[in-house]
């Protein structure tokens, strides 16, 4: 089982937000840094995967509206993927 934590107080900007995505979840190297790719990759986790994206408030402040898509997109992607475990926290 594979246990990775994504702190919204780091992601910033969208460029830091998908480097940490990329570096904390080891996406391969055809992760593109966009929505779609990252989409693909949740998808394709083929191990039992729990990702605690914690600071949510402190991502939505940084990120806006983009936050909500990224929360969508991992939300939407466990209902698809059996092995991807999702935990949101505010930590505030």
Known sequence: MKDAVLDGSFMKTMKATHMMFREELNFS??????????????????EETTVKIVNYSEME????????????????????????????????
Not at 29 to 46: A, G, P, Q, V
């Open 29 to 46: 190297e055809r992760y593109k840094n966009n929505m779609d790719s990252l989409f693909d990759e949740l998808l394709n986790i083929n």
């Open 61 to 92: 402040k940084n990120l806006g509206e983009y936050a909500e898509i990224y929360r969508s997109t991992f939300e939407d992607v466990e209902k698809l993927n059996p092995k991807l475990h999702v935990i949101i926290e505010d930590g505030n």
